[in-house]
């Protein structure tokens, strides 16, 4: 059964003023080094151009905005193979932006033009935005860098009342390797605080993680990812954390293997 109405049709009826006969569409999706739904979540995705769609799973795009184009395109300045347009984001269309899910294969093209072909059938009109999730509970935290940065930087309040009030031994994966390093958060704040300290610069003082990132640079901070493997029990010394860590570097192999040098 053909869809009842497709994404552009759908924002010109709702006041959103669309020249489809000049609309090229981005379909933005993983491309190795960065994920365009962690750069939503954190504002800067609009930085980018045109009709904007990010890929969220098989077969479907969330609609990020629209936007006019009023500079020529210019190459990034820190990275050259991106191309950067100056945009303006049309009127009418903020209630829009983060809800609407549509239909669309995947192809290997990041930009087509928005032609007769090129429907874009909606699949759902959300009632809230797409936002970053709520804290989903200490067995199962799995987060990248980029999304670290959105959760600390934002001080997304589900998370923060649950990191800031614990203290335990987490994990931090090199998804490249496979090395592992593995610590602990005793301090104030709990595993908040800590987390803090890799979300600004990566290593968090840590002298394998920092020689890490010498080595392959800043950016190779986007391929960690962070988990929670034990919390403390209310009545813990730092010394019952401090034993709890030893166990899992020496579980883990890290200190030999990984990152615990």
């Not at 930009?111 to 759902?124: D, G, N, Q, T």
């Not at 935005?129 to 709520?134: D, G, N």
């Not at 390797?177 to 803090?196: E, L, N």
Request: hydrophobic share 40%; with cysteine.
């Amino acid at each position: 059964m053909k869809p009842l109405i497709g994404l552009v049709p759908f924002l010109k009826a709702n006041g959103v003023d669309v020249d489809a006969s000049d609309l090229k569409v981005h379909l933005a999706c993983w491309n190795g080094k960065e994920d365009p739904i962690n750069q939503y979540y954190a504002g800067a995705f609009k930085e980018w151009q045109v009709l904007s769609l990010i890929d969220i799973g098989p077969g479907e795009w969330l609609f990020v905005g629209i936007y006019r184009v009023t500079k020529a395109a210019m190459p990034h300045p820190t990275r050259p193979h991106i191309f950067v347009y100056g945009t303006e984001a049309l009127p009418g269309q903020e209630q829009l932006i983060g809800r609407i899910k549509v239909a669309r294969k995947r192809s290997r093209a990041s930009y087509i033009w928005h032609k007769a072909p090129v429907f874009l059938p909606i699949v759902e009109v959300m009632r809230e935005k797409q936002v970053m999730a709520e804290f989903p509970g200490y067995n199962n935290v799995t987060v990248n860098h980029q999304e670290l940065r959105t959760i600390i930087g934002q001080r997304i309040a589900s998370w923060h009342g649950a990191l800031a009030n614990i203290k335990g031994v987490y994990l931090i994966t090199d998804k490249v390797t496979g090395a592992q390093y593995v610590g602990k958060a005793s301090g104030d704040d709990g595993i908040w605080s800590r987390w803090s300290s890799y979300a600004k610069n990566g290593h968090g003082g840590n002298v394998e993680l920092k020689k890490l990132l010498r080595r392959k640079g800043k950016a190779h901070r986007d391929q960690f990812q962070y988990t929670i493997l034990e919390i403390a029990a209310t009545h813990a010394t730092d010394a019952d954390i401090l034993a709890r860590e030893s166990y899992w570097v020496r579980a883990l192999g890290s200190r030999i293997h990984g990152l615990n040098g």
